[in-house]
């Protein structure tokens, strides 16, 4: 089985390449859909569940180049419970358009990522209930609205209740990390190449704002400290509205791909696609430290027979 392609378009032709300068490396907007049901986390849980975790012959390093960079990554390759905190933008700015389905029904952006972060809450505890999830509101400021739990039902409660917001004029992400660095406590490990840590922190932005370019209003020391633990990881999904020279969306994208100072980072972004926004969700199942980098991931939906 393969996903079907929305109307709309082929998602397999670019619209926009947006050119990452600080990795050098070039990022094309609609590229191939990527689908969901990673087995090589799911095996690798059921296997340290069995054989009681990963020994030192197990940590891996692992090197890949960027251009003229070269990204490296002293970690066991392992999958220990991750502890993802899900960032929601709530903020509904004017003129924004709505996901048309193919029965012809029509959802707000906000109502789509909530549905399409459900799938990913229930599928992630599928894969491994030691995982845990906590819940960020992006608005004037950020918000930690839910601590930390391994009940997914407690989040999708919590985002039943969130609803659209007037868009502010500005997105400080200087504030969004300062809240995340008070309330996670990184694993400290003595060989961090050998010694598996107890869990990693993942933080998932969705972003869904075309015209206010996220900003580090208060200086990047913070995010910069987080950033180059090898137990914190960032993945970004941005949901635009269709790219013009009336809307700021190439910027941003270009803005939130710079994010990605260690190479590792996913920053994916889809317009008005209902099931690219899904098979970008499903891209977020895979454990940050078992998947590849961004630009060697295709990965296809198959049939059981």
Same mark, same amino acid.
């Given at each position: 089985?393969?996903?079907?392609?929305?109307?709309?378009?082929?998602?397999?032709?670019?619209?926009?390449?947006?050119?990452?300068?600080?990795?050098?490396?070039?990022?094309?907007?609609?590229?191939?859909?990527?689908?969901?049901?990673?087995?090589?986390?799911?095996?690798?849980?059921? @296997?340290?569940?069995?054989?009681?975790?990963?020994?030192?012959? @197990?940590?891996?390093?692992?090197?890949?180049?960027?251009?003229?960079?070269?990204?490296?990554?002293?970690?066991?390759?392992?999958?220990?419970?991750?502890?993802?905190?899900?960032?929601?933008?709530?903020?509904?700015?004017?003129?924004?358009?709505?996901?048309?389905?193919?029965?012809?029904?029509?959802?707000?952006?906000? &109502?789509?990522?909530?549905?399409?972060?459900?799938?990913?809450?229930?599928?992630?505890?599928?894969?491994?209930?030691?995982?845990?999830?906590?819940?960020?509101?992006?608005?004037?400021?950020?918000?930690?609205?839910?601590?930390?739990?391994?009940?997914?039902?407690?989040?999708?409660?919590?985002?039943? @209740?969130?609803?659209?917001?007037?868009?502010?004029?500005?997105?400080?992400?200087?504030?969004?990390?300062?809240?995340?660095?008070?309330?996670?406590?990184?694993?400290?490990?003595?060989?961090?190449?050998?010694?598996?840590?107890?869990?990693?922190?993942?933080?998932?932005?969705? &972003?869904?704002?075309?015209?206010?370019?996220?900003?580090?209003?208060?200086?990047?020391?913070?995010?910069?400290?987080?950033?180059?633990?090898?137990?914190?990881?960032?993945?970004?999904? &941005?949901?635009?509205?269709?790219?013009?020279? @009336?809307?700021?969306?190439?910027?941003?994208?270009?803005?939130?791909?710079?994010?990605?100072?260690?190479?590792?980072?996913?920053?994916?972004?889809?317009?008005?696609?209902?099931?690219?926004?899904?098979?970008?969700?499903?891209?977020?199942?895979?454990?940050?430290?078992?998947?590849?980098?961004?630009?060697?991931?295709? &990965?296809?939906?198959?049939?059981?027979?």
């Amino acid at each position: 089985m393969t996903p079907t392609t929305p109307s709309g378009g082929d998602p397999r032709q670019p619209s926009i390449t947006c050119t990452n300068q600080l990795l050098n490396k070039n990022i094309t907007w609609g590229s191939t859909a990527v689908s969901s049901l990673f087995q090589t986390d799911i095996g690798m849980a059921a @296997e340290e569940r069995s054989s009681g975790g990963s020994s030192p012959s @197990e940590a891996l390093e692992v090197t890949e180049q960027f251009g003229s960079v070269t990204v490296e990554r002293h970690v066991p390759r392992i999958n220990c419970p991750e502890h993802i905190i899900l960032v929601v933008d709530v903020c509904r700015e004017d003129g924004n358009t709505s996901y048309k389905l193919a029965d012809g029904s029509k959802f707000s952006s906000l &109502y789509m990522v909530k549905r399409a972060i459900t799938l990913f809450l229930q599928n992630k505890h599928a894969i491994d209930s030691r995982h845990k999830f906590a819940l960020v509101v992006l608005h004037e400021s950020p918000i930690w609205l839910h601590d930390f739990t391994n009940n997914p039902r407690e989040i999708m409660s919590e985002l039943d @209740e969130l609803e659209d917001a007037v868009a502010t004029s500005r997105c400080d992400l200087s504030l969004l990390f300062d809240l995340i660095a008070r309330q996670i406590s990184l694993p400290q490990c003595s060989n961090p190449a050998v010694a598996p840590p107890p869990c990693v922190f993942r933080t998932i932005v969705f &972003y869904g704002r075309s015209q206010c370019l996220p900003q580090f209003l208060g200086g990047k020391a913070v995010f910069t400290h987080l950033i180059q633990s090898p137990h914190f990881f960032l993945d970004v999904l &941005y949901m635009h509205e269709a790219p013009s020279d @009336e809307n700021k969306c190439e910027g941003i994208f270009d803005l939130l791909c710079g994010l990605d100072e260690s190479g590792w980072s996913y920053v994916l972004e889809v317009s008005r696609n209902a099931t690219k926004l899904h098979n970008h969700c499903g891209s977020l199942l895979a454990h940050p430290l078992q998947r590849p980098t961004q630009k060697d991931v295709h &990965y296809t939906l198959n049939g059981v027979d």
